[in-house]
């Protein structure tokens, strides 16, 4: 699997901005989860339960609960749909044991590309200031914060990434 990640632009409009950066920490998240094995997927870096095969699950699902479930009201799909979450509040993060290296990348490609083609639809309805469908906390929030949201989501979690890779296998410069 190659990945190419592009630097962010210094000077671009809001849009560009914004889907730069959430491009940029998307790839960012897969080199660091690239070329590795299940086993060192599912590693963790003590004291945390963290993985990287749990992060590129748990990722796979905020893409879609932010840019469909709240985004545009749709309901979880997929392997989303009948998770119980009541059972297993970890769910995504626990059961990525059971997935192989190949199903995580994929699993989170596909999921981009449907985000991706969410957004679009988002974008061409309102742009940055549309609503979402479903309120999150008792409040509506906007396409804007949620991309914000999403670009803050991957930036924490490739920083654990960093750790929990350095721990496996030495690398620090993805």
Request: charged share 30%.
């Amino acid at each position: 699997m190659t990945i190419e990640r592009t630097e962010t632009p210094a000077v671009a409009d809001e849009v560009t901005m914004l889907r730069s950066f959430l491009d940029y920490f998307r790839d960012t998240l897969r080199l660091q989860a690239a070329g590795l094995d299940a086993g060192q997927l599912a590693t963790r870096h003590e004291p945390s339960t963290m993985t990287l095969g749990g992060m590129l699950k748990h990722l796979t699902f905020v893409e879609q609960w932010w840019f469909e479930v709240v985004l545009h009201g749709r309901e979880p799909h997929g392997i989303w749909a009948d998770v119980d979450w009541d059972a297993d509040g970890d769910w995504d993060w626990n059961s990525a044991v059971d997935d192989t290296p190949e199903q995580l990348h994929a699993m989170l490609g596909r999921q981009i590309a449907s985000s991706e083609a969410a957004l679009e639809e988002a974008l061409a309805d309102g742009g940055l200031d549309r609503l979402a469908e479903r309120a999150r906390r008792g409040k509506q929030v906007s396409l804007r914060w949620i991309m914000v949201h999403l670009v803050e989501e991957y930036a924490r979690h490739c920083g654990h990434a960093d750790l929990i890779r350095e721990s496996i296998d030495g690398a620090t410069e993805l």
